[in-house]
């Protein structure tokens, strides 16, 4: 049951600047920032000034220091734009809305009655004071009561959404076309731009460039997984300055003519470089290494530098890369020895420094410095074909009318700097004259431009001056930057930074947690309290160096409290319990230890008899209408948190192992890359042809048929029990023809017995849910292809995309919860976010994934300019600057996790060893950061943090575990 928050006492600033905020008195005009902490009420906000702007609360005047009320007065629910980022949250807000507006207008309409009680919302009972007359208070309750009737025409949308509106209300305006279509899945199309870039740059090539090109992309498949990930980013990060595109053979000509009057000499300064040193070494054997610079090696490295220098292989006759000679210990690579610095290295030390040299050493010196200057030839090719194929794509949805997500936002902010700006600004505020950004923090870098520009947050809106009918907007942004943790969705924490600093005297902050127990909201404050004295850049890693003012800092909540407590019948369950491992283990280990750790405390809880719910002693209220006094733990009540689809599936199978059904909850997790699917695509074929012999055998050996191996043997035999089957198919064929798929697909489930099958089975509902899921997606996507071979090419694509990374079908196809029954969730910390747990379990804690050569095509980093720029060739500075921004999103991750609990948290924590050498990198972890202020430390040190931090906090308790088994 949603509690009402109670108003805040005062008003004083935190330690930030940030005030308290006071709905009723709330400046509704300008930009505004809200920093709502995890459980702090921002949905109850949302709705408290949602009914102050319909009413047109608050004082009037032209000072904005005392003026609340917004300027322009009451406004109608299509008149307020509010903007989330799901549609799930869209949903939610709007019945949320509703369901308010219709009880503040059943306060009003009964707050005259006689005897009626005063209402027990604070808010309402101020709202209420507001309007002491009798007629102003019909009128309010008319007000609301049309409000709440007129909320299917709210401006309650997600980003992508608003703008298409937008585009096509405003389409003269936007240069917008009538008969656009919005293509969801662009898969289909940069599939056909990289098979199309293939054709015209490759193909052409002779074999020495063609050599080149297969070293960066082994085909059409690899060129589209590299240029899938490349166009994910802002254009204006990949193709910054919009020049003409190079092809491929120009860049390998190009790079060719910059080292061919330097490699014009190649060959006799080889072979006097070899003709000196070979004499050198024979004239003094005793002056070189003889262990790592022996005359047979030199003699084989020389031939190889001249068999390279004569570039037999490679284009224009000149070798566009410098060999590669392998390395030294300590002493680089190899083809860096032929220098004068490079040859006094490999000689002994009593030797003495080499005599005069010729001149070939310095000019293989400059030959050295110059490839080293050149940019990796992979970096050229891999952004002219993303910039290529960007071109391409936006040539296909321009010559078909067609657009997709990606291209809304930054279409509508291109129509807001072109010629009509202007006027598209002032016709969208009009429309909409204050705007409520919900999850501001998760703003991308172009939808902060499009706020920035409509609303003038950080810069003077576009067109503000120009049109003297304009409104007076209002941008209240609601957020909290320690919960920005989409950035591979496009989330920019640094937007909200900078909006941060533009609006500072406007920063309110929500500061009372009502989700969590007194004791595990100072838990929580306790770690980050610790880790904000103890980091030297502060508990988020933000603080720059010198001790300036921290962007980002923690800031403690207070706690309501709870009216109930959960505990055994003599004393509630520890706030957080930290099960810790000194002693130094890998990361596969440590996770299949605090798997099973994980699972025997759930065992141990589900079978206590006295562990429950009970009312809390000096509580905050009763406990809700209908809940009763006492309540056993369920395990729908414990979630357990992880990062993986690798560590969801460790903790079920130990979950399983002991007879504890579970659910796994994730934001990742397509239904499209299920077992089903497969099956699915199988049987679809099989239906569609059911006279081809071949693919019903296929089809009938599917988990979807679910024959024993002894009958599909019978089958392979029987001719007549064949064609029985077969009839199946030909049946359902008739049904697909003249229904449709889904009918088809129910008569499927029907005719197999599936659900009685499946359920009989343990955990035979995801099977289930998943088959109904993919015949829904099947049945929405039929009403854009026609025929069932092209709603079968649909399937085949939706998977193909997904197995090159791509994510066909969006939040539509994201795995759903197959069961309500009492389970333990399983659930991911990005899917948890805006969630709520009794008991919350991190058995993984300490575990992390650091950025590593390995694996890192690319990065973005600050240009000198502040703006991102792309990095192809991350050198060691790069990775380190990437791991950086990893664990600061860490330390939000690990800030979302902590706030899912109400009542109990519990964590695994273990001195986690890392690389070849097996070092202790506990400390490079989110949770191993805040507890070692981010310095290395070993078991030992581990433990003195921990028990430092339990000393601090008596509400953490410490439990020692054994180490787990290699």
Known sequence: MTRAPRLPDSAAPAADGARPLRPLDFPLHGAQLIEASAGTGKTWTIAALYLRLVLGHGLAGSDPQTATAYPGGPLLPGQILVMTFTRAATRELSDRIRARLLEAARAFRAADEEGAPAPADPLLAGLLQAYPEPAARIRAAWRLAQAAEAMDESAIHTIDAWCQRMLREHAFDSGSLFDEELVPDEAELLAQAARDYWRQQVYPLDDAALGEVLKVWSGVPALLEDARQLLALPPEVLDPDDRPVPALRGLLTERAQALRPLMQQAGAQLDTLAQWLLAEMETRPRDWDGRSFKPAQVRDWLERLQAWARAEDSPDGVPLHLPDLGSGKDRGPRTHWFTVTGLQAVRNAKAGPLGATPPCLDWWQQVLDTYDGLPPLAVGLRQAAARAMARRLADFKRQRGQFGFADLQQRLAAALAGPAGARLRHRIVTQTPVALIDEFQDTSALQFGLFDALYGVTREAVGAGQEPAAPATALLLIGDPKQSIYRFRGADIDSYLRTRAATAGHHHRLDTNHRSTTAVVEAVNSLFGRGQAVCPAGAFDYRPPGGGDDPLPFQPVRARGR??????????????????????????????????????????????????????????????????????????????????????????????????????????????????????????????????????????????????????????????????????????????????????????????????????????????????????????????????????????????????????????????????????????????????????????????????????????????????????????????????????????????????????????????QQGQAGEVRVHRSALGHLLTGGQPVDGAGLGQALADWAAACPQVVLQPAAAPEA
């Open 563 to 912: 009216a109930e407590v959960l505990g055994h019948a003599h004393a509630p369950l520890p706030a957080l319990t930290v099960v810790h491992t000194l002693a130094p283990a890998r990361g596969e280990p440590l996770r299949r230890a605090y798997a099973e750790r994980c699972a025997a405390q759930v065992v141990a809880w589900l079978n206590a008899p006295d562990l429950g719910f009970r009312p809390a002693a000096g509580g905050p209220g009763p406990l809700p209408a209908g809940v009763p006094a006492w309540q056993r733990l369920r395990p729908a009540d414990i979630a357990i948190l992880v990062r993986t689809g690798t560590e969801a599936a460790a903790v079920r199978r130990a979950l399983a192992a002991r007879q504890v059904a579970s659910v796994f909850l994730s934001d990742r997790d397509s239904v499209l890359a299920s077992p089903e699917a497969a099956d699915l695509l199988l049987w679809l074929q099989a239906v569609a042809e059911p006279q081809d012999v071949r693919r019903v055998r296929t089809a009938l050996a599917t988990r979807l048929a679910g024959l024993e191996l002894a009958e599909l043997v019978r089958l392979a035999e029987d001719d007549d029990l064949f064609d029985q089957r077969a009839e199946l198919l030909r049946a359902l064929h008739q049904v697909w023809r003249t229904q449709g798929v889904l009918p088809m697909l129910r008569q499927t489930l029907h005719r197999l017995d599936l659900p009685a099958r499946w359920l009989a089975q343990p955990g035979g509902e995801r099977p289930l849910t998943n088959l109904l899921h993919l015949a829904e997606l099947l049945q929405s996507a039929s009403r854009t292809v026609e025929g069932e071979q092209a709603l079968i090419r649909w399937l085949a694509l939706q998977r193909e995309a997904l197995a090159q990374g791509q994510t066909p079908g969006g939040d539509d196809a994201l795995v759903r919860l197959e069961s309500d029954a009492d389970l333990v969730k399983v659930v991911t910390i990005h899917k948890s976010k805006g969630l709520e747990y009794p008991v919350v379990m991190l058995p993984f804690a300490t575990l992390f994934r650091p950025v590593e050569a390995r694996g890192t095509r690319h990065l973005l980093r600050a240009g000198a300019d502040g703006r991102p720029e792309l990095v192809l060739d991350p050198d060691v500075d790069d990775l380190a600057a990437a791991d950086r921004e990893r664990l600061r999103e860490d330390l939000r991750l690990c800030y979302v996790a902590l706030t899912r609990a109400s009542h109990a948290l519990w964590l695994g924590v273990a001195a986690v």
